[in-house]
């Protein structure tokens, strides 16, 4: 059965600071895709990045950046000299061939950055 | 231009009611989702319709029930509400679901549900 485990509820930093949002995932299946969403205070939630599990590539995208480690079942976010604007809550998320379109969320992380 | 939007945004009413919750997706996906957020935040998924054909239906009490009329469309129909029904429901559509993982869903903005 797939699993995502986010371990950290809150972190909390001061703006500039880099900080990493940790998920750990469990899957029996040599397919799947992992991903990453915000969910600002406003309450939506928006799509960050998606990665598959034949593609162990970082990847960086400005301030953000992602390490996806197979050997440790670990897909980490990392935010760069961090902004209030980066406060929400991050869940990390994913998705088996074996279920379908099935997203299993963890359990978020509530990242505030204080100016 | 709203991709995916859902009506209304904020719920109140009381138990035993019946209350509909909207779903309109703009992106030409042939995939749909209802997902229920809880109060610690906790995101499962409730229903998921490919091309208006119910392909996901986790267990949700029947008083639960999902309509999609056409593609662009799944509604949620909730029959003698609960207190424990209060909750932040969200939809969501992607490209076609084909036997293999999802593409990525992209979230609409949410229905607060208060049930008094």
């Known amino acids: 059965a797939q699993k995502v485990t986010q371990a950290q509820t809150e972190i909390s930093v001061v703006e500039k600071e880099d900080v990493t949002l940790d998920c750990v995932y469990e899957?029996?299946?040599?397919?799947?895709?992992l991903f990453w969403y915000k969910q600002p205070p406003s309450g939506e939630l928006v799509f960050l990045i998606r990665?598959?599990?034949?593609?162990?590539q970082n990847e960086i995208s400005g301030r953000y950046s992602w390490n996806f480690q197979k050997s440790t079942s670990s897909f980490n976010f990392t935010i760069t000299a961090s902004q209030v604007v980066d406060s929400a809550v991050y869940f990390c998320?994913?998705?088996?061939?074996?279920?379908?379109?099935?997203?299993?969320f963890g359990e978020g992380t509530q990242l505030t950055v204080n100016p | 231009d709203t991709a995916v939007s859902q009506t209304p945004k904020y719920l109140v009413t009381q138990m035993g009611n019946d209350k509909s919750i909207k779903c309109e997706q703009n992106?030409?996906?042939?995939?749909m989702y209802w997902y229920k957020q809880d109060s610690k935040k906790f995101l499962k998924i409730m229903f998921s319709y490919n091309n208006k054909e119910l392909i996901i239906n986790e267990t949700v009490p029947n008083r639960f029930s999902p309509k999609s009329p056409d593609k662009a469309h799944l509604n949620l129909h909730i029959n003698s509400l609960e207190l424990g029904d209060s909750a932040v429901y969200f939809c969501?559509?992607?490209?076609?679901?084909?036997?293999?993982?999802?593409?990525?869903?992209?979230f609409g903005p949410g229905t607060r549900l208060t049930v008094l």
């Open positions: 998320a994913l998705s088996e061939e074996t279920s379908g379109s099935r997203l299993t």
């Open positions: 899957t029996r299946d040599t397919t799947y895709y």
């Open positions: 990665r598959n599990s034949f593609d162990e």
């Open positions: 992106l030409g996906h042939d995939t």
């Open positions: 969501a559509s992607s490209r076609q679901a084909s036997a293999g993982p999802t593409d990525t869903q992209y």
